[in-house]
């Protein structure tokens, strides 16, 4: 038997090579630059440039593309312009993650701990820091996980799929361990996140084993071909099978029930690491649903709704009621982030076709605001009771009189509070908006009905934090006190994010117009 | 000219510079009236320009492709009734600015109120400006935001209760009408203009699509408005907001929900409209009882004067679903005719305050001989407030009654009642504050100085020249009035 060398088109692939070449690139720079600070240069230096040049690799990809896409990989990938889209997102969530990862305070202290595998307050920690070491492999570690993320976006075969989740999963779980203050919490949190996490992945597995085994297939466009002559009576394999591969993604989307790791990981990673996550691991499962669903479970959309709809409005509900009881800004935004797995799923509720095009915008709205609420959150600082700046003021009574310190700060982090409340004059509003639309145009008002309801009790604990910023003054007597560690790259990011948000949300168009077009895919198999 | 692109621009951007320019914060107040100022006479310049013969017409149309992709228009325009609401914000916003000058001492709180109040009313005129569905369901979230941290951040104790209690009324209010919004885009004609109103006007639908949107409207609008039972964040709002946001919030914003139900609910879903009126009417009528009721029972005054509120909405929202030419011209001329005489009366309550630290009623007696134009001004604005003839609010609760009886003859007849009341629940705190022995903490009460004499007495006379030349504002109010009860009873007899 002979095996023909398979048809690659290559240039398609290049924003991912040049991301996972970077990454490769980065794990050599770590062993042959011995000068920490000039390998923490050299790591940003490279990250960056290579983050940039994917962006442009994929604007190159996108203005080139013929038609409905190109078949790269067979069936094993197929660079549609909705997978473009999804690319652009993550990268450019991973540009904001990487410059948040190099943000170093006047003190020259980032947000990871010097050495992670010596055990917290051990003295060889002291001795690290006192070097003033660097933990530079969050650098490349990053690239992987964005590489991973961005062919999980782009994968049209479950098998495939599965490496690609490992892929970016996998540095996802050293780096939540990897927080320079409060690092037990850190290293819980990313046992805790490894473990569902692995339990999930293996879910997924079986999932695609099962299928496999009652298909033959593993490449979504084929099994919706099988599904689309299905059977009810030798069903009970392929509605396993395809149950477990959705409880998978759902899991990395955080929806009730498969939420449990991310108020942990949230609050215990470093914020620049939350923020990357937050913002990008959502986009990239977001995106493998939605292929997973125009190309295979439209078929089953009988079978599976009721189960779209009870993780949707168990997602609402439960992120936002829970959400209301938080008392630290990480996790109060955890829980809104499972509120907001929720929205996104209403907008898949009957399978819409103007859902492709609806999540991209509201992801895109979602990670812009993430993206910056964390880059606020990671200024705002303890001060340790030698006078040094300490670890994040997390504690919501903390925030209390921000408003009054830095105006501008504060004023970011209201657009964006504004923005996840789904305030109209911000992106969150115009996304939900299509995302609305898309469902109510599937006729899922119900779903849309629960989902405003939840977004009016949402606000609550947003506008909550909005007054502690601005109506409430700062208490004086209470320590720790609290400081502003204003730095250039954080405070940028920040800023840079409340104009997109507001951009965005005045302006859309444009952004709609893309959108728009992003919302195809490659397969004929779309509304067969 | 984009005159009405202008209108709501030149406020915002005033406001807004003065939030974020701090050099402009020790002129704060000179700074905001000025800006209020020169909006008025925009205004009158709108007014000079409109062609009172056509007031049925929408005029001075903008309209420019915002969102195409969802539909979405910068579509104003206004006919009469949009005017003389622009004109009554346009009015109130410098006499609000006034009437506070002497509150905060720090130039910074100074500026951010003013300035907040000054985008405030860039939200009210272009709600009553927008021929877009979208670009009025936008504005009348966004408008939100000022308004809670006018409530929030100024005011008396319970101000952060009140302002969450303001939003999440409002918001869930919003809220449920966004989905009415989303779904009218799909029942519409679709395409980069489908949220405008002239588009989606005459539409059909299936009886209970039409009566589930016209719902999710309604809603909205009710809480805004407010009508009972929905309308429990007003008194909160009013007992612990500043005078002046309450002033504003009463008298201008709360008819962003009347103005909702005309222009929209009526006009949009006729049939629906006549399908829920006898529920609406019945809902309106216990608001003016309620309302009134709960008045007399008050000791704070800023609570007594919104609940009397609650019962002049009643009587508004009964015109208005009573569909008879003369009863919806009357109610919205009652929209103005409550802006001005609410207003003032609030206004009234916040100089007593600022005399004396209280509104307790309780608190005051025998002011009439220490104060007597305070107490003669107060009088007079009471009088309007329980519909004295020859006073603006006369002129349009009569119409209101005289429209309304023959659609529902019960329901005003226990409507009229209210008017009775109302002079219980005005005469009654008139005589507690200002007759009888004269405590002796009030003996050194100050009379209205100049400055407060130039804020209420404005509105008085306004009040006056309206009650005794109804027409002036009438012919403004007429045609526009016509159109609507045109649509909905064209739709009955189909």
């Given at each position: 038997m002979t095996?023909?060398?398979?048809?690659?088109?290559?240039?398609?692939?290049?924003?991912?090579l040049?991301v996972?070449?970077?990454?490769?690139?980065?794990?050599l720079l770590?062993?042959f630059?011995?000068?920490?600070a000039?390998?923490?240069i050299?790591?940003?230096?490279?990250?960056?440039i290579?983050?940039v040049?994917?962006l442009?690799?994929?604007?190159?990809?996108?203005?080139a593309?013929q038609?409905?896409?190109v078949?790269?990989?067979k069936?094993?990938?197929?660079?549609?312009r909705?997978?473009?889209?999804w690319?652009?997102?993550?990268?450019i969530?991973a540009l904001?993650?990487?410059?948040?990862?190099?943000?170093?305070?006047?003190?020259?202290?980032?947000?990871f701990?010097?050495?992670?595998?010596v055990?917290p307050?051990?003295?060889?920690?002291?001795v690290a820091?006192?070097?003033g070491?660097y933990?530079?492999e969050?650098?490349p570690?990053v690239?992987?996980?964005?590489g991973g993320m961005?062919?999980f976006?782009?994968v049209n075969?479950?098998?495939f799929l599965f490496?690609a989740?490992?892929?970016?999963?996998?540095?996802?779980?050293?780096?939540v361990a990897l927080?320079?203050?409060?690092?037990?919490l850190?290293?819980?949190?990313?046992?805790?996140?490894?473990?569902l996490?692995a339990f999930?992945?293996a879910?997924f597995?079986?999932?695609?084993?099962?299928?496999?085994?009652?298909?033959?297939?593993t490449?979504?466009y084929?099994l919706?071909?099988?599904l689309?002559?299905?059977m009810?009576?030798?069903?009970?394999?392929i509605?396993?099978g395809v149950?477990?591969v959705?409880v998978?993604l759902?899991?990395?989307?955080?929806a009730?029930p498969?939420?449990?790791w991310?108020?942990?990981?949230?609050?215990?990673?470093p914020?620049?690491?939350?923020?990357?996550?937050?913002?990008?691991?959502k986009?990239?499962?977001?995106a493998?649903l939605?292929r997973?669903?125009y190309?295979?479970?439209?078929?089953?959309?009988w079978e599976?709704?009721?189960i779209i709809?009870?993780?949707a409005?168990?997602?609402?509900?439960?992120?936002?009621?829970?959400?209301?009881v938080?008392t630290d800004v990480?996790?109060m935004?955890?829980?809104s982030s499972?509120a907001?797995?929720?929205f996104?799923l209403v907008a898949?509720?009957?399978?819409?076709p103007?859902a492709?095009?609806?999540?991209?915008?509201y992801m895109?709205?979602?990670?812009?605001?993430?993206?910056?609420?964390f880059?606020v959150?990671?200024?705002v600082r303890e001060?340790t009771?030698d006078?040094?700046i300490g670890?994040e003021?997390?504690?919501?009574?903390?925030w209390?009189g921000?408003?009054?310190r830095?105006?501008?700060?504060?004023?970011s982090m209201?657009?964006?509070?504004?923005?996840?409340?789904?305030?109209?004059?911000?992106?969150?509003?115009i996304g939900?908006?299509?995302?609305f639309?898309?469902?109510?145009?599937?006729?899922a008002w119900?779903?849309?009905?629960?989902?405003v309801l939840?977004?009016?009790?949402a606000?609550?604990?947003?506008?909550?934090l909005?007054?502690?910023?601005?109506?409430t003054?700062?208490?004086?007597?209470?320590?720790?006190?609290?400081?502003?560690r204003?730095?250039t790259?954080?405070r940028?990011?920040?800023?840079?994010m409340a104009?997109?948000?507001i951009v965005l949300?005045v302006?859309?168009s444009?952004a709609?117009?893309?959108?728009h077009?992003?919302?195809?895919?490659?397969?004929p198999a779309?509304?067969? | 000219?984009?005159?009405?692109?202008?209108?709501?621009a030149w406020p915002?951007v005033t406001?807004l510079?003065?939030?974020?320019?701090p050099?402009?914060?020790a002129?704060?107040?000179?700074f905001?009236?000025?800006?209020?100022?020169?909006e008025?006479a925009l205004?009158?310049?709108?007014?000079?320009?409109?062609?009172?013969?056509?007031?049925?017409?929408?005029?001075f149309s903008?309209?420019h492709?915002?969102?195409?992709?969802i539909g979405?228009?910068?579509a104003?325009?206004?006919?009469?009734?949009?005017l003389s609401l622009?004109?009554?914000?346009?009015?109130?916003?410098p006499?609000v600015?006034a009437?506070?000058?002497?509150?905060?001492?720090a130039?910074p709180?100074r500026?951010q109120?003013l300035?907040?109040?000054?985008?405030?009313?860039?939200?009210m005129?272009g709600i009553?400006a927008a021929?877009?569905v979208f670009?009025f369901y936008?504005?009348f979230?966004?408008?939100?935001i000022p308004?809670?941290?006018l409530?929030?951040s100024?005011?008396?104790?319970?101000?952060r209760?009140?302002a969450?209690?303001?939003l999440?009324?409002?918001?869930?209010?919003?809220?449920v009408?966004?989905?009415a919004?989303?779904?009218?885009?799909?029942?519409?004609?679709?395409?980069?203009?489908?949220?405008?109103?002239?588009?989606l006007?005459g539409?059909t639908?299936?009886?209970?699509?039409?009566r589930?949107?016209?719902?999710?409207?309604f809603?909205?609008?009710a809480?805004?408005a407010?009508?009972v039972?929905?309308h429990?964040?007003l008194p909160s709002v009013?007992?612990s907001a500043?005078?002046?946001t309450?002033?504003?919030?009463?008298?201008?914003?709360?008819?962003?929900?009347?103005?909702?139900?005309l222009?929209?609910?009526l006009?949009?879903?006729?049939?629906?409209s006549?399908?829920?009126?006898p529920f609406?009417?019945?809902?309106?009528v216990?608001s003016?009882?309620y309302g009134a009721?709960a008045?007399?029972g008050?000791?704070?005054?800023?609570?007594?004067v919104?609940?009397?509120?609650?019962?002049?909405?009643?009587?508004?929202?009964?015109?208005?679903?009573?569909?008879?030419?003369?009863?919806?011209?009357?109610a919205t001329?009652y929209?103005?005719?409550?802006?001005?005489?609410?207003?003032?009366?609030?206004l009234?309550?916040?100089?007593?305050e600022a005399?004396h630290g209280t509104?307790?009623?309780?608190a005051?007696?025998g002011?009439q001989k220490?104060v007597p134009?305070l107490?003669?001004?107060?009088l007079?604005?009471g009088?309007?407030a329980l519909?004295?003839?020859?006073?603006?609010?006369f002129?349009?609760e009569?119409m209101?009654?005289i429209?309304?009886?023959?659609?529902?003859?019960?329901?005003?007849?226990?409507a009229i009642?209210?008017?009775v009341?109302?002079?219980?629940?005005?005469?009654l705190?008139?005589?507690k504050?200002f007759?009888?022995?004269?405590?002796?903490?009030m003996e050194?009460?100050?009379?209205?100085?100049?400055?407060?004499r130039l804020?209420?007495?404005?509105?008085?006379v306004?009040?006056?020249?309206?009650?005794i030349?109804p027409a002036l504002a009438l012919?403004?109010?007429?045609g526009?009035?016509?159109?609507?009860?045109?649509i909905?009873?064209?739709?009955?007899g189909?």
């Amino acid at each position: 038997m002979t095996y023909p060398a398979p048809d690659i088109a290559w240039a398609s692939l290049t924003p991912i090579l040049i991301v996972l070449g970077a990454a490769a690139l980065g794990v050599l720079l770590e062993a042959f630059v011995r000068v920490p600070a000039a390998r923490r240069i050299y790591q940003f230096q490279l990250s960056i440039i290579a983050v940039v040049a994917a962006l442009l690799a994929v604007v190159w990809r996108w203005v080139a593309l013929q038609g409905d896409g190109v078949v790269v990989l067979k069936s094993m990938i197929m660079l549609d312009r909705q997978a473009l889209a999804w690319q652009f997102l993550i990268l450019i969530f991973a540009l904001g993650g990487v410059l948040l990862f190099a943000d170093k305070g006047r003190e020259g202290e980032d947000a990871f701990t010097p050495l992670g595998s010596v055990a917290p307050g051990s003295a060889e920690e002291t001795v690290a820091r006192a070097k003033g070491m660097y933990l530079t492999e969050a650098f490349p570690l990053v690239l992987f996980a964005t590489g991973g993320m961005m062919l999980f976006a782009t994968v049209n075969d479950l098998l495939f799929l599965f490496v690609a989740l490992e892929l970016f999963s996998l540095p996802l779980y050293i780096l939540v361990a990897l927080s320079r203050r409060r690092r037990l919490l850190s290293q819980e949190a990313s046992l805790k996140y490894f473990l569902l996490g692995a339990f999930s992945s293996a879910i997924f597995l079986f999932g695609v084993a099962l299928l496999y085994g009652a298909t033959g297939k593993t490449g979504m466009y084929e099994l919706g071909g099988v599904l689309a002559t299905y059977m009810p009576q030798r069903s009970v394999l392929i509605l396993l099978g395809v149950f477990m591969v959705v409880v998978g993604l759902l899991f990395k989307i955080g929806a009730v029930p498969f939420h449990f790791w991310v108020p942990d990981a949230y609050q215990g990673a470093p914020s620049p690491v939350t923020a990357f996550m937050a913002a990008a691991t959502k986009a990239a499962a977001v995106a493998a649903l939605a292929r997973l669903s125009y190309l295979v479970l439209f078929r089953l959309a009988w079978e599976l709704n009721w189960i779209i709809w009870t993780v949707a409005i168990a997602s609402m509900v439960f992120g936002t009621v829970l959400a209301i009881v938080q008392t630290d800004v990480k996790r109060m935004l955890a829980y809104s982030s499972i509120a907001h797995a929720g929205f996104i799923l209403v907008a898949f509720a009957g399978f819409s076709p103007s859902a492709l095009s609806a999540l991209p915008f509201y992801m895109a709205t979602y990670g812009l605001a993430t993206l910056g609420a964390f880059a606020v959150i990671t200024q705002v600082r303890e001060v340790t009771p030698d006078g040094a700046i300490g670890a994040e003021a997390t504690r919501l009574g903390q925030w209390a009189g921000l408003g009054k310190r830095s105006p501008l700060l504060a004023v970011s982090m209201m657009i964006f509070l504004l923005s996840f409340a789904g305030i109209p004059l911000t992106a969150g509003f115009i996304g939900k908006f299509v995302a609305f639309r898309a469902a109510i145009e599937a006729g899922a008002w119900p779903l849309v009905l629960v989902a405003v309801l939840a977004s009016a009790a949402a606000a609550f604990f947003y506008i909550r934090l909005a007054v502690l910023m601005f109506f409430t003054d700062a208490p004086t007597d209470v320590a720790p006190h609290v400081v502003i560690r204003s730095t250039t790259l954080g405070r940028g990011v920040a800023i840079a994010m409340a104009i997109a948000v507001i951009v965005l949300g005045v302006f859309p168009s444009w952004a709609l117009e893309l959108a728009h077009s992003a919302g195809v895919l490659l397969a004929p198999a779309i509304g067969g | 000219m984009p005159i009405l692109t202008i209108l709501i621009a030149w406020p915002a951007v005033t406001g807004l510079l003065l939030l974020v320019v701090p050099q402009l914060r020790a002129w704060a107040r000179e700074f905001a009236i000025g800006a209020s100022v020169v909006e008025l006479a925009l205004v009158v310049a709108l007014v000079a320009a409109f062609d009172r013969s056509q007031a049925g017409a929408i005029q001075f149309s903008e309209i420019h492709s915002w969102i195409p992709q969802i539909g979405a228009s910068w579509a104003l325009g206004v006919n009469g009734i949009g005017l003389s609401l622009i004109v009554l914000s346009a009015l109130l916003v410098p006499i609000v600015i006034a009437a506070g000058w002497k509150e905060d001492d720090a130039a910074p709180r100074r500026a951010q109120y003013l300035g907040l109040v000054l985008v405030s009313e860039s939200f009210m005129v272009g709600i009553f400006a927008a021929r877009d569905v979208f670009l009025f369901y936008v504005l009348f979230e966004a408008m939100l935001i000022p308004l809670y941290f006018l409530i929030g951040s100024f005011g008396g104790q319970q101000r952060r209760y009140a302002a969450v209690k303001f939003l999440i009324y409002s918001l869930v209010g919003g809220l449920v009408m966004l989905v009415a919004v989303i779904a009218l885009y799909f029942q519409g004609p679709g395409g980069d203009h489908a949220f405008l109103t002239m588009n989606l006007t005459g539409l059909t639908f299936d009886p209970w699509v039409g009566r589930l949107l016209f719902l999710g409207f309604f809603v909205a609008f009710a809480i805004k408005a407010p009508l009972v039972p929905v309308h429990t964040w007003l008194p909160s709002v009013a007992e612990s907001a500043r005078v002046g946001t309450t002033t504003l919030l009463v008298a201008i914003l709360d008819k962003v929900g009347t103005f909702g139900m005309l222009t929209l609910c009526l006009t949009l879903f006729p049939a629906a409209s006549r399908w829920a009126a006898p529920f609406i009417i019945v809902l309106a009528v216990i608001s003016v009882l309620y309302g009134a009721f709960a008045a007399i029972g008050q000791d704070n005054m800023y609570r007594l004067v919104a609940f009397t509120s609650v019962s002049h909405f009643g009587m508004i929202v009964l015109g208005i679903f009573a569909f008879r030419q003369t009863s919806i011209e009357g109610a919205t001329f009652y929209m103005v005719s409550h802006g001005l005489s609410t207003g003032a009366l609030f206004l009234m309550v916040g100089f007593l305050e600022a005399r004396h630290g209280t509104v307790s009623v309780k608190a005051f007696g025998g002011l009439q001989k220490v104060v007597p134009v305070l107490a003669g001004t107060f009088l007079i604005v009471g009088l309007s407030a329980l519909a004295l003839p020859g006073m603006s609010p006369f002129a349009s609760e009569i119409m209101v009654f005289i429209g309304a009886y023959p659609a529902a003859k019960v329901a005003t007849i226990v409507a009229i009642l209210g008017v009775v009341l109302a002079a219980l629940y005005i005469l009654l705190t008139y005589q507690k504050l200002f007759t009888g022995p004269t405590p002796k903490a009030m003996e050194s009460t100050k009379d209205l100085n100049l400055r407060e004499r130039l804020v209420v007495w404005p509105l008085i006379v306004a009040m006056l020249v309206l009650g005794i030349v109804p027409a002036l504002a009438l012919d403004y109010l007429k045609g526009p009035s016509a159109g609507i009860v045109a649509i909905v009873s064209q739709e009955a007899g189909k």
